[in-house]
């Protein structure tokens, strides 16, 4: 059932112009991370845990809408929501101030990723900021800068 889920969702994501990561990244017990699409999924992506396994859901549609560097930008930052531990987290639960210091080192987690990983290129992180600045606004955005530009 999986990997009709998988091959269902590289199909979909391919007909849309979805960039899925092709990291191979796992979580803290060695488990691979994996991508499903999720139509209206809130927010574009989310990570949570799926069948006990690391799973990072995104609605095709509203994904294809970005460049493909924003899109990274998006599937890391989830991508980090696993590795950091946060998807124990319930996010409608914590306060205001907790709920922003989980987002921001996701986005830390995405852009270091993206700089040191996948070696983006000052033009790149640019891309990434000004579609950012757009999607979320220019403090958000500012605060992303902040993570690679102390």
Not at 21 to 41: C, H, M, W, Y
Not at 48 to 72: C, G, H, I, K, L
Request: aromatic share 12%; net charge negative.
């Amino acid at each position: 059932m999986r990997k009709t889920i998988t091959l269902a969702s590289l199909i979909l994501a391919s007909c849309l112009n979805v960039y899925l990561p092709k990291t191979g990244l796992r979580d803290s017990e060695g488990q691979e991370i994996v991508f499903a699409a999720k139509k209206n999924n809130s927010g574009g992506a989310s990570a949570t845990y799926s069948d006990n396994r690391p799973t990072v859901f995104y609605d095709p549609w509203y994904m294809a809408q970005f460049p493909e560097e924003f899109q990274n930008f998006i599937f890391h930052h989830e991508i980090g929501h696993i590795i950091l531990g946060h998807v124990s987290v319930e996010h409608k639960y914590v306060p205001e101030n907790t709920h922003n210091q989980i987002q921001h080192e996701a986005d830390c987690f995405s852009m270091r990723f993206l700089e040191e990983q996948l070696r983006y290129t000052s033009e790149q992180i640019e891309k990434v900021y000004g579609t950012a600045a757009k999607v979320f606004g220019e403090k958000r955005a500012e605060e992303m800068r902040s993570c690679l530009y102390p």
